[in-house]
């Protein structure tokens, strides 16, 4: 265990990506994104009155970062994004609604919203706050999950409720990861006395100030968001189109850094690949490895090796070889039809006795007829 953490402060001290050839990567990106999106406002025969200019496009259409490691990430799927800080911002819209998701009591929250502390820019956008026990109750319908996912643009949960809220809200919510609900941590910080956190009064509610709450939803919002899963592919969101290369160079090489060191396991030595792409563009590479596996000597088999044939054998159908009988001389192996597999059927069966099966019958039926006797004679007496 010693080994690992000190390979990953060795990998930390060194970046795995080269600025310039981000940097590149990032310009011919977004300078792509920029040429596509003008051919086609100039190829639409009509230009729609209410249409989004190509600034307006841009804005919306998001870059990210992918990674190839050489294993699964996880053995299973986590719906917890996880957060990394960004020197820029993801979401910087003023006009996207939040809708915060807190535990019980429901009004305490809404207070601290309301607090005068609490920045009125963000107020207007935390457009709603609901507790858990109201969720339950409310949202439990499917047409009631889709209208509250349709009236906000980001949702934020309290940490200490949002792994029950994937049995809540389901599919709607977790079957793609645009609007699944960022965890924050907005419970106060529990003093130390006597080297033991204090225990909270009964009917305290334990949470944080309304400056400490306007923190976390600030820095969950800019962050970008991590979706690990069972999969040996994975794409992070570092921006929008519309954005200066530099900024998102500057994003990519902080995703990367803490991804390599810590979130993948292995570190450096299981990433295959990284890319940066838009919704619809090629994958243009920013690193590659020189390495195909992990662990060569596990991973790759020579073909001469006793494993790499049994493995060979194993896959091989036995079709049409020779095939040694349980009893007599080597014989051909026929093609199966309907009579061969009945035959061979009867074959496998093992020899049936006749004569003891006949005699067990035969003292069954004498041993009811004498049950049968002793029960009328009961009844006649």
Same mark, same amino acid.
């Given at each position: 265990?010693?080994?690992?953490?000190?390979?990953?402060?060795?990998?930390?001290?060194?970046?795995?990506?080269?600025?310039?050839?981000?940097?590149?990567?990032?310009?011919?990106?977004?300078?792509?994104?920029?040429?596509?999106?003008?051919?086609?406002?100039?190829?639409?025969?009509?230009?729609?009155?209410?249409?989004?200019?190509?600034?307006?496009?841009?804005?919306?259409?998001?870059?990210?970062?992918?990674?190839?490691?050489?294993?699964?990430?996880?053995?299973?799927?986590?719906?917890?994004?996880?957060?990394?800080?960004?020197?820029?911002?993801?979401?910087?819209?003023?006009?996207?609604?939040?809708?915060?998701?807190?535990?019980?009591?429901?009004? %305490?929250?809404?207070?601290?919203?309301?607090? @005068?502390?609490? #920045? *009125? =820019? /963000?107020?207007? $956008?935390?457009?709603? +706050?609901?507790?858990?026990?109201?969720?339950?109750?409310?949202?439990?319908?499917?047409?009631?999950?889709?209208?509250?996912?349709?009236?906000?643009?980001?949702?934020?949960?309290?940490?200490?409720?949002?792994?029950?809220?994937?049995?809540?809200?389901?599919?709607?919510?977790?079957?793609?990861?645009?609007?699944?609900?960022?965890?924050?941590?907005?419970?106060?910080?529990?003093?130390?006395?006597?080297?033991?956190?204090?225990?909270?009064?009964?009917?305290?509610?334990?949470?944080?100030?309304?400056?400490?709450?306007?923190?976390?939803?600030?820095?969950?919002?800019?962050?970008?968001?991590?979706?690990?899963?069972?999969?040996?592919? %994975?794409?992070?969101?570092?921006?929008?189109? @519309?954005?200066? #290369? *530099? =900024? /998102?160079?500057? $994003?990519?090489?902080? +995703?990367?850094?803490?991804?390599?060191?810590?979130?993948?396991?292995?570190?450096?030595?299981?990433?295959?690949?990284?890319?940066?792409?838009?919704?619809?563009?090629?994958?243009?590479?920013?690193?590659?490895?020189?390495?195909?596996?992990?662990?060569?000597?596990?991973?790759?088999?020579?073909?001469?090796?006793?494993?790499?044939?049994?493995?060979?054998?194993?896959?091989?159908?036995?079709?049409?070889?020779?095939?040694?009988?349980?009893?007599?001389?080597?014989?051909?192996?026929?093609?199966?039809?309907?009579?061969?597999?009945?035959?061979?059927?009867?074959?496998?069966?093992?020899?049936?006795?006749?004569?003891?099966?006949?005699?067990?019958?035969?003292?069954?039926?004498?041993?009811?007829?004498?049950?049968?006797?002793?029960?009328?004679?009961?009844?006649?007496?």
């Amino acid at each position: 265990m010693a080994s690992s953490k000190v390979t990953l402060r060795s990998d930390a001290a060194a970046s795995i990506l080269e600025p310039e050839k981000t940097l590149r990567a990032s310009k011919a990106l977004v300078a792509h994104m920029k040429s596509e999106a003008e051919k086609k406002a100039a190829s639409s025969e009509k230009k729609e009155l209410l249409a989004d200019d190509d600034a307006g496009s841009l804005a919306e259409t998001a870059v990210f970062v992918t990674f190839t490691t050489k294993r699964h990430l996880t053995d299973s799927r986590n719906l917890k994004p996880t957060k990394i800080p960004t020197p820029h911002p993801i979401e910087t819209d003023p006009e996207k609604g939040i809708c915060l998701i807190v535990a019980d009591p429901q009004r %305490h929250y809404k207070n601290l919203v309301a607090d @005068s502390e609490f #920045p *009125e =820019d /963000l107020r207007k $956008n935390v457009s709603r +706050v609901i507790d858990f026990g109201k969720l339950k109750k409310k949202f439990t319908a499917y047409e009631n999950q889709r209208a509250l996912y349709a009236e906000h643009d980001i949702f934020l949960a309290d940490s200490r409720i949002i792994n029950r809220l994937p049995g809540l809200l389901g599919k709607t919510f977790y079957k793609s990861q645009k609007k699944r609900p960022i965890p924050i941590e907005i419970q106060a910080r529990i003093p130390k006395s006597g080297g033991k956190r204090v225990k909270p009064t009964k009917g305290e509610v334990n949470a944080c100030t309304a400056v400490q709450l306007a923190g976390e939803i600030n820095r969950a919002v800019a962050a970008a968001l991590v979706n690990l899963s069972p999969s040996t592919n %994975h794409a992070i969101k570092i921006g929008y189109a @519309s954005w200066k #290369p *530099e =900024d /998102l160079a500057a $994003n990519a090489e902080k +995703v990367v850094n803490v991804m390599v060191n810590k979130l993948i396991p292995g570190g450096r030595k299981n990433v295959r690949s990284i890319y940066v792409k838009g919704p619809e563009t090629v994958a243009l590479p920013i690193y590659l490895t020189d390495e195909l596996w992990l662990d060569k000597e596990k991973d790759v088999v020579g073909d001469d090796s006793e494993q790499a044939k049994a493995l060979l054998a194993a896959e091989k159908p036995n079709i049409g070889k020779k095939r040694k009988s349980l009893e007599g001389p080597v014989e051909e192996a026929e093609p199966a039809s309907k009579k061969s597999k009945k035959t061979k059927a009867a074959k496998a069966l093992p020899e049936s006795n006749d004569d003891k099966l006949d005699k067990e019958i035969a003292d069954r039926k004498a041993t009811l007829k004498k049950q049968k006797k002793a029960a009328k004679k009961a009844l006649e007496a």
